[in-house]
């Protein structure tokens, strides 16, 4: 195992398999995300509900670039599959708040499609990501 490059999350290296990965890109994505997630939960109404799924969604949608983070920085690949198994689970319930959001008329769709468009990019990214390191 390659530790170095599991470490900056670029290349990693295990006994037989690499998992390519855009650490950079993925890092400054997800960041941007929870940025937008920060913005959006700002714009919920102040009611029990809006500042009940402020809450939910804030903490999800945040958390996915924090565990992304620590994800790179994992020292075995057990513990890089864990964090990545959390990033999918927090960029899933940011998806599900998303659309929680549309369905209920919370806030008008176009306020929150693009950041919905997003959050399925990056659950498809971090998906496939964690199926590869299962598979091997």
Not at 15 to 40: C, G, H, P, V, W
Not at 46 to 59: E, M, N, P
Request: overall charge positive.
């Amino acid at each position: 195992m390659n530790i170095g490059k599991l470490q900056n999350c670029g290349i990693v290296e295990f006994k037989n398999y690499q998992i390519k990965m855009k650490s950079d890109e993925l890092k400054k994505r997800t960041k941007a995300f929870a940025l937008q997630i920060y913005m959006l939960v700002n714009a919920l109404p102040d009611t029990v509900a809006g500042r009940t799924i402020a809450v939910q969604l804030f903490k999800a949608g945040t958390s996915v670039a924090a565990n992304y983070r620590a994800t790179c920085r994992g020292r075995s690949k057990a513990e890089f599959k864990s964090k990545l198994h959390i990033v999918l689970e927090e960029i899933d319930e940011s998806q599900f708040w998303l659309e929680f959001i549309i369905d209920a008329k919370i806030l008008p769709e176009e306020k929150v499609i693009l950041l919905l468009e997003e959050a399925t990019e990056l659950t498809a990214i971090f998906t496939k990501s964690y199926h590869t390191v299962s598979r091997n």
